[in-house]
């Protein structure tokens, strides 16, 4: 199994940007691609971005691209999100998630690990 630890989310104001990183151990060897997606209150969870761990593919979603950018450091098994331009509508609690199938899509049920999130609060 892999464990998956997300960091990086706070507090900024509307147009700030932040990190936030997926930390992954465990049987890492068998994760073909990552991705990250997005959990607002009363809201159902939202597709954000996902990467392939070979790096080879690279997929982020219309609500967010040219804003986010998904990145790797193999070496230290870590997935990061960059989230600039912030707005509010980007609060959320920000969820890594790590799939065995290198091309999982965009849909929850197809990625078999999850990290516990890390809360991002944007205001205005």
């Known amino acids: 199994q892999v464990q998956l630890v997300e960091s990086g989310g706070g507090l900024v104001q509307a147009g700030g940007s932040l990190r936030l990183s997926c930390a992954a151990s465990g049987r890492t060897d068998s994760v073909a691609a990552m991705g990250w997606f997005r959990q607002a209150p009363g809201k159902e969870r939202e597709f954000v971005a996902r990467?392939?761990?070979?790096?080879?593919?690279?997929y982020i979603a219309d609500s967010v691209r040219g804003r986010f950018t998904i990145s790797k450091d193999t070496a230290k098994n870590t997935l990061y999100l960059q989230l600039n331009s912030l707005k509010p509508e980007d609060t959320a609690v920000y969820y890594c998630?790590?799939?065995?199938?290198?091309?999982?899509?965009?849909?929850?049920?197809?990625?078999?690990?999850w990290g516990q999130g890390t809360q991002v609060t944007v205001s205005s």
């Open positions: 998630a790590a799939s065995t199938s290198p091309v999982p899509g965009t849909g929850a049920t197809r990625y078999d690990y």
């Open positions: 990467m392939s761990w070979n790096g080879r593919s690279t």
